[in-house]
Structures are given as structure tokens and as C-alpha cells.
């Protein structure tokens, strides 16, 4: 089972960015989907976007046009380039295949 490892969470003030990163062991070029979710606090995981081993991507409507995912099949990793973040964007982001990753907190300050 591959083994997930997000990173690259943290404080930002509205308007900001920040990359996350989900190294991932055992090879994620046969995975067809990579996906990110996020959690708010007292609201239910939500898909914010997914990558095929294509490169075909899918974005939740709240971050089209501000975060873009990617996968590096030759390194194993996926990643979230998150721009223009906002309060609502508060959460702690998982990196998803065939597993869950831990999750990184990702804290927009207004």
C-alpha cells in the first residue's frame, strides 16, 4: 500500500500562497487518481482537486483558477500550488490514492 507524506502546510496571511507537497513511497505512476482533500473545522472532507496519471485535472468550484494540482510520476509526488488563499481556505489538507496521507494544516489569516 503506498505510503503518504504531505508537507509544505502552514500560516498565511489572505492573499498568499503556498505549495503543498505528498511524497509518496511504492510508486504512484500505475495510481490513476491523485487527489487533495481538505477539513474545516466542523465542516465535512471535501475534494479540492484530483490529477490522472494523464494529467488530467478536476477542481472544486470554490479553487478554480487559484490552486493548481500536478504529479511528478518520476519522483513519486504530487503537489498543490495553492494562490490568492483566503480565510475560507483554512484546513487541514490530505493527500489521497489508494491511502490517506496524515494532513497538513493549512491556517489563512484575514
Known amino acids: 500500500q503506498v505510503q503518504l507524506v504531505e508537507s509544505g502546510g502552514g500560516l498565511v496571511q489572505a492573499g498568499g500562497s503556498l505549495r503543498l507537497s505528498c511524497a509518496a513511497s511504492g510508486g504512484i505512476f500505475s495510481i490513476s487518481v491523485m487527489s487533495w482533500y481538505r477539513q474545516a473545522p466542523g465542516k465535512q472532507r471535501e475534494l479540492v482537486a484530483s490529477?490522472?496519471?494523464?494529467?488530467?485535472?478536476n477542481y472544486a468550484d470554490s479553487v478554480k483558477g487559484r490552486f493548481t494540482i500536478s504529479r511528478d510520476n518520476a519522483n513519486d509526488t504530487i503537489y498543490l500550488r495553492m494562490n490568492t488563499l483566503k480565510p475560507e481556505d483554512t484546513a487541514v489538507y490530505y493527500c489521497?490514492?489508494?491511502?490517506w496521507g496524515q494532513g497538513t494544516q493549512v491556517t489563512v489569516s484575514s
Open positions: 490529477v490522472t496519471r494523464g494529467g488530467s485535472t
Open positions: 489521497v490514492s489508494t491511502s
